[in-house]
């Protein structure tokens, strides 16, 4: 018996150590490096680090460019959640309570252009909204009207970027959400109806408390893969201009580190930008992890 055991223990730790070795080499000690090199001014070339602090850390609140950046941020959050988050949950409210045809059909239609490149979609977007050449560019000087250069204004620029982004995550939320909506049991449905409860009123009053912890859920879902994703049309079509404002703190974080060479105030934002992503972690596992367990 105490052979087994001890056969089972050996196998255990030979399948898990592989992964075991993966992670920490391509997650904790990088993890850990990243904050050892944020209280250090160094260049990732010089052979010398010198030690400033938390100066890499207030700076980021202090510097002009860092607080830029981090209300371009907060400006992507919003423009994200409105267009990946509040819109696709309207629609797909819309398509169960509403619509009683196709239904399976808005599934598809929505979710196709995730399953495209990113880089292409930035590719194909620019071309289109080009302010020369563009088609749209081209429709709108037959009616005497010419497209703004939309790349060098700040906020047209977050705009348009969001648009790119929305058209890669919309999809793959819309139909998130609508999975919720469909798990709330039909009799609750049926015994609306056979009251005679209008269905607005059945949605608000029912239908959103009950899917409260996948909406939430997405809602976090929404801000993290936003903001990661919204870095590839950045890196292809603005680079974070004009003068930093199309760039958002992944961005930043990619240019002060591979680009001008700052590795410690990189690795700050790197580090803050961690801690920000573990509090929405622990908000996912308290409101939608813990609220299923109570149901369970």
Do not use: C, E
């Given at each position: 018996m105490n052979s087994s055991r001890s056969k089972n223990k050996l196998l255990t730790i030979a399948y898990l150590s592989p992964t075991v070795v993966i992670l920490l080499v391509f997650m904790v000690i990088p993890i850990f490096y990243t904050l050892y090199l944020s209280f250090f001014d160094w260049n990732l070339i010089s052979p010398i680090k010198n030690f400033v602090g938390l100066e890499n850390y207030t700076s980021i609140?202090?510097?002009?460019?860092?607080?830029?950046?981090?209300?371009?941020?907060?400006?992507?959050?919003l423009?994200?959640?409105i267009l990946n988050f509040i819109i696709p949950y309207f629609i797909s409210v819309i398509v169960k309570f509403f619509i009683n045809k196709m239904k399976n059909s808005?599934?598809?239609?929505?979710?196709?252009?995730?399953?495209?490149?990113?880089?292409?979609?930035?590719?194909?977007?620019?071309?289109?909204?080009?302010?020369?050449?563009?088609?749209?560019?081209?429709?709108?000087?037959?009616?005497?009207?010419?497209?703004?250069?939309?790349?060098?204004?700040s906020a047209m620029a977050i705009v348009m970027l969001c648009l790119i982004t929305n058209w890669k995550v919309f999809g793959?939320?819309?139909?998130?959400?609508?999975?919720?909506?469909?798990s709330i049991p039909q009799n609750i449905i049926d015994a609306t109806k056979i009251d005679s409860i209008p269905r607005w009123k059945m949605v608000r009053d029912i239908v959103l408390p009950l899917n409260k912890s996948i909406a939430f859920y997405v809602l976090i879902l929404t801000i993290v893969?936003?903001?990661?994703?919204?870095?590839?049309?950045?890196?292809?079509?603005?680079?974070?201009?004009p003068y930093y404002?199309?760039?958002?703190?992944?961005?930043?974080?990619?240019?002060?580190?591979?680009?001008?060479y700052k590795t410690g105030n990189a690795s700050a934002l790197a580090v803050i930008t961690f801690l920000v992503f573990l509090i929405l972690l622990y908000l996912e596992m308290k409101f939608v992890e813990g609220r299923m367990r109570n149901c369970e």
């Open positions: 609140f202090t510097d002009s460019v860092n607080r830029k950046v981090l209300l371009n941020t907060i400006i992507y959050i423009l994200l959640l808005y599934k598809i239609i929505f979710f196709i252009p995730s399953l495209f490149s990113l880089v292409v979609g930035a590719m194909l977007f620019s071309w289109i909204m080009n302010p020369i050449s563009g088609p749209v560019a081209f429709l709108m000087r037959h009616f005497g009207v010419a497209l703004p250069n939309w790349t060098n204004s793959y939320n819309f139909v998130l959400l609508l999975t919720g909506l469909g893969q936003g903001l990661q994703y919204v870095f590839t049309p950045i890196s292809v079509i603005t680079q974070g201009g404002g199309s760039s958002n703190i992944f961005y930043h974080t990619y240019l002060n580190a591979f680009v001008l």
